[in-house]
């Protein structure tokens, strides 16, 4: 047999693969879930999971079609793409039908068949979620950053998108937009939104909207930037965050009737790997995407508790000195510690990585450096998953209060105390520097 030549497609895989470490937020969560086993006293701020259980009307359906044990077509249950097609148009007024809709066994898989499939570079605003740029690096694409500053709250401008197109206009791309923000839990304005879609627009540029949380915007008033760019852009979404169905592993493309032929490409390789989402998943995410009384209830109390604790935990960081803006939905804060950064530079912490390292040995808290999400490895930001506390009993006890001001501190205190401890001992170990 003839040696195989340098060239070749999988030794240049292998290479990209080689050296890259286990997603960040997976890591972290490992991390955790050993130092617990060694006795340790840890709060679980870094893995971004939801607290809440799963709807029970969606729990009813998985059980319902649990003998549901056929291979489904590639590109998902027809019933659930029409589903799915008719969720955007409710929510978003967008008009999609089935065959527009692509079904995968969570976003993240679908995010990296789109980088497989579409030649181009992925443009990527930082800070952004974790597993974008290494899918592509895995892939071979280049990645492209686009700065954002604290002062915007950390989005994409308008401007800043138009000046990175201008220097090479009519190269293909993907740019990535998601919000509300994994991992700053900001989201845009229509003003803003209809800016980006007129550059995206005037560049023809492939959006991709990965609006996973969009349901967990915290008063409830989600805008798809497809609704100002229907031609280009691809929503993105899934039963994982807004339903809490993590595990389950089912996620959603709705694609314009433009880029079907996007679609259909990424089937086809859908078919040659996963072969088709499971289909108990499939026929239980019907119900999901159907929303109706029970769910519109589940999600106006798992909003509300979000809103209410993320409010309470930036109080109590300013409180302390740290730079951090309140969210807009989904359940992370992006706090920037660099107003103590001559005193931590004392203690030798000079960077992210450092900051957040300490932090778990010291004071037993887990969170995720801004490094992980894109920013600069000096930069003290770091990412806070403020979900660490039983959801099931806080969604139950929500259920029971007549107005939402009775989501004040005691309730929160009673059921987010973990995360509200892992808070105090941040802002003790600060201030103890």
Known sequence: ??????????????????????????????????????????????????????????????????????????????????????YHRRAQGINHDAEDVLVGPGSKELMFLLQLVYYGDLVIPTPSWVSYAPQAHIIGRQVRWLRTRREDNWKLTADELAAHCKHDPNKPRIVVLNYPSNPSGITYTKDELKAIAKVAASYKIILLADEIYGELHHRGKHVSIARFYPEGTIISGGLSKWCGAGGWRLGTFTFPHSLRWLLDSMATVASETFTATSAPIQYAAVRAFKGGIKIENYLWNCRIILRRLARLIVFKLRNTGVDVSEPDGAFYLFPDF????????????????????????????????????GRPDNELTARLAYVDFDGVKALSASEQVKSEKEIDEDFLETYCGNTLNAIDHICDWLKSK
């Open 338 to 373: 660099s107003p103590f950064k001559d005193k931590l530079a004392k203690k030798n912490i000079n960077t992210g990585f450092e900051l957040s390292d300490t932090l778990l040995e010291e004071a037993g808290v887990a969170l995720l450096p801004g490094s992980s999400f």
């Open 1 to 86: 047999m003839g040696r195989r030549k340098n060239n070749s497609p999988d030794i240049n895989l292998n290479l990209n693969v080689r050296g890259l470490p286990l997603s960040a937020t997976l890591a972290i969560n490992e991390k955790c879930d050993l130092l617990r086993k060694q006795g340790r006293q840890v709060y679980k701020l870094g893995l971004g999971q939801s607290p809440f259980p799963v709807p029970q009307p969606v729990v009813d359906a998985l059980k319902v079609n649990a003998h549901q044990k056929d291979y489904l077509p590639v590109k998902g249950l027809f019933q659930l793409r029409e589903t799915v097609a008719d």
